[in-house]
């Protein structure tokens, strides 16, 4: 599987005025090494497209998507192996195509090519890429993907929903990935753009609309670590969707969104003209909005062309978790009430001081696949790697799954299951379980000492779906497991391309400095 490209399906579509380059359904997706300095700080990056955000992937619910990655990787002081995960898809039917390395995949070699070849057949929503492989999406490779509903039951509620209302967050490293343990980020950036503290004053994001009209905006948390508190001065913002689950409109003034979750919002352009601060400030790292750092302006039409003076206020209606109610078939599987499931799973969490456990193992990536493992001929779950990280779930079953957070160093954890969204029964913060309508979504905080956060699921998708904090720090360290689902099924129901079977040929014969 030589270096192949696809140009001629390739669709990248350059609107004006424009957030992202948008490649539609079907096309390359070039990994490759530049130069950026996206807060005034020079660095090589790991670059999907060539911009510091990936381009926009993008299509209509029920569409088939054949993205072709092509690994133009040379910086061998980063990653240049590596694979794309397409975050918050189910890939039901083609778990090979969900992107992490180890567990679905090998990686792609560099001067190599792979095609990504699924269908998202019933969802719809905001979404997002990265790479999941070590922590090399620190170093760039991550991008928004937003998969539109042409029956949306909220389309008349806005005027306008595309790339240029994609708002995308994330912390930046000025030290390459693989160098750093647990470190703290140097700047916020908001599409893109951004400032460090005591660096100067650069170009921030502008995101431009016209008073009078009314925006779907979708938020995305691209981050390796923080979790960012969100708002926009003089504005409130309704909530419609959380992690492409449609749910009841809420009424917010500021969002905390966790590493990796989603929300759109509508926004009313109903305040004077002139210019807001757009504040995402994170958790870790340097917080506040000295020198405009941890911002962007929202700009009227009209407006001067200057930085915004509006003072930070005190949230009045900040989101609740517990307040969110899906807008289609509330409610979670099983009986109502603890452990009123098919299969119920607690995990213990822990920290050895340099490495996470989950009931007293420490995730560390096998060599061979898990997929592969099953498809290579390994006879059940119990014999799959690594020892004591893959939990077997039976298929066609109700599931519990209660994550108690015992104020575990890093905390809160924001995890992420694939191949699912769950059933949040028990939301951080709260004492009350909710069977009747919690919160839909795919990335849970799992709160400080005292929480209990509980989810439930079914088990209707099967393959091996990783299960890990989405803090990518964690994940490397080992805060993760398997989940091996319906594994009776795998070789009927998993069929792999003749691509995908030839990885891991590839990456095994790379020397050390070609990985």
Known sequence: ???????????????????????????????SNAAVSPDGFSRTAVLAGGGVVGELVT??????????????????????STTVHWHGIFQEGTNWADGPAFINQCPIAANNSFLYDFTVSDQAGTFWYHSHLATQYCDGLRGPMVIYDPDDPYADLYDVDDDTTVLSLMDWYHAKAETLTFPAPDATLINGLGRYSGGNATDLAVITVTSGTRYRFRLINLACDPNFVFSIDNHTMTVIEVDGVNHEQLVVDSIQIFAAQRYSFILEANQSVDNYWIRA????????????????????????????GTPAVTSVLALNETQLVPLENPGAPGEPEVGGVDY??????????TTF?????????????????????AETADSLLPTGSVYALPTNSTIEISIPSGGLAGFPHPFHLHGHVFDVVRSAGSTTYNYVNPVRRDVVSTGAAGDNVTIRFTTDNAGPWFLHCHIDWHLEAGLAIVFAEDVADWNTTQTPSTAWDDLCPIYDALSADQL
């Open 357 to 377: 456990t989950i009931n007293s193992y420490s995730f560390t990536s096998p060599t061979v696949p898990v997929l592969l493992q099953i498809l290579s001929g």
């Open 344 to 353: 119920a799973l607690n995990l213990a969490l822990a920290f050895t001081g």
């Open 1 to 31: 599987m030589g270096f192949q490209s696809f140009t001629s399906l390739f669709s990248l579509v350059a609107l004006v005025p424009s957030a992202f380059a948008v490649l539609e359904t079907t096309g390359d997706l070039v990994i």
């Open 59 to 80: 299509g209509n619910k029920g569409d088939n998507f054949q993205i072709n990655v092509v690994n133009e990787l040379t910086d061998d002081t980063m990653l240049r």
């Open 281 to 308: 400030d994170p958790s870790t790292g340097t917080a506040g909005y000295t020198g405009g750092i941890n911002s962007a302006i929202l700009r009227y039409s009209g407006a001067a062309d200057s930085e915004p």
